[in-house]
C-alpha cells in the first residue's frame, strides 16, 4: 500500500501570503497525484489532478508539482476561503487508492 | 449542474447492514467512462475511498472493507448504492457519494463531483 505523508500538520498564515503544502509518497507514483480542499462542514473539492493539473473552475492561484514520490501544492495568494483542510490523494496503486492525513491551512 | 445526493437512515444498530443510496442528477450515470464511488470521513479524520461502480456493474472495492461491501446501480432511476454489512462504531462517519470521471472504460481513482454527504452514526 503507497502511504503519502503530508507536512506540515497545521500551516498558520495571513490572507495574501503564499501558502506551500507537501505531500512525500512513500513508494513512486509518478504523476499520479491529486489534490482536495475541503472546507468545514463540506464535502472536498477536487482542485488538481496527475499533479498539476488544474481541476475545472479552479483558479490559476493553485498550482500543483512534482512527481515520483515529492508534490507540492502551492496557493500564491491566500483568500479567506482558502482557509482548509487539503488533502493530497494518490491513484497510482489501483484498485486501492488512499489519502494522506491532510494540512490544514488556518488563519494566523 | 451535476448534483450528487446521499440518502439513508442516519442510525443503524451494531452488527447490521448500513445501505445508502445516491442520486444523480444533472448527468448520465450510462455515460461511456463514468464511474461512480463512496468515501468516508469518521469524525474528525481523513478520508477512506470505499469503492466504484461502472453502470455495466463493474465493481472496484477497497480490499479493507471488500469483505462486507457491496455496491450495485439501477439506472433507470440514475443513481447508484452502498451496503456494508456486520457494521460497528468503527464505521460511524460522514459518507458522500462521488463521480469519478473515468479514463476510456476503466475509473479514473480520482473524485471530481462530490455529494454533500451523509452522517451514519452506528449504535445501539
Redesign the interface.
Known amino acids: 500500500e503507497v502511504v503519502l505523508t503530508q507536512s506540515p500538520d497545521t500551516l498558520s498564515l495571513s490572507p495574501g501570503d503564499r501558502a506551500t503544502l507537501s505531500c512525500r509518497a512513500s513508494q513512486s507514483i509518478d504523476n499520479f497525484l491529486?489534490w482536495?480542499r475541503q472546507k468545514p462542514g463540506?464535502?472536498?473539492?477536487?482542485l488538481i489532478?496527475d499533479a498539476s493539473k488544474r481541476?475545472?473552475g479552479i483558479p490559476a492561484r493553485f498550482s500543483g508539482s512534482g512527481s515520483g514520490t515529492d508534490f507540492t501544492l502551492t496557493i500564491s495568494s491566500l483568500e479567506s476561503e482558502d482557509f482548509a483542510v487539503y488533502?493530497c490523494?494518490q491513484?497510482s496503486s489501483?484498485?486501492?487508492?488512499?489519502?494522506?492525513?491532510?494540512t490544514k491551512v488556518e488563519i494566523k | 449542474q451535476v448534483q450528487l445526493q446521499e440518502s439513508g437512515p442516519g442510525l443503524v444498530k451494531p452488527s447490521e447492514t448500513l445501505s445508502l443510496t445516491c442520486n444523480v442528477s444533472g448527468d448520465n450515470i450510462n455515460k461511456y467512462g463514468r464511474h461512480w464511488g463512496w468515501i468516508r470521513q469518521p469524525p474528525g479524520k481523513?478520508?477512506?475511498?470505499i469503492g466504484?461502480i461502472y453502470h455495466t456493474g463493474k465493481t472496484?472495492?477497497?480490499?479493507t472493507l471488500k469483505s462486507r461491501v457491496s455496491m450495485s446501480v439501477d439506472t433507470s432511476k440514475n443513481q447508484f448504492s452502498l451496503r456494508l454489512n456486520s457494521v460497528t462504531a468503527a464505521d460511524t462517519a460522514v459518507y458522500?457519494c462521488?463521480r469519478d470521471p473515468g479514463e476510456l472504460s476503466l475509473?479514473?481513482?480520482?473524485?471530481?463531483?462530490?455529494?454533500?454527504?451523509t452522517t451514519v452514526t452506528v449504535s445501539s
Open positions: 491529486v482536495y463540506q464535502a472536498p473539492r477536487l489532478y481541476a475545472t488533502y490523494q491513484r489501483r484498485p486501492l487508492f488512499t489519502f494522506g492525513g491532510g | 481523513g478520508l477512506e475511498w466504484t472496484y472495492y477497497n480490499p458522500y462521488a475509473p479514473a481513482h480520482y473524485m471530481d463531483v462530490w455529494g454533500k454527504g
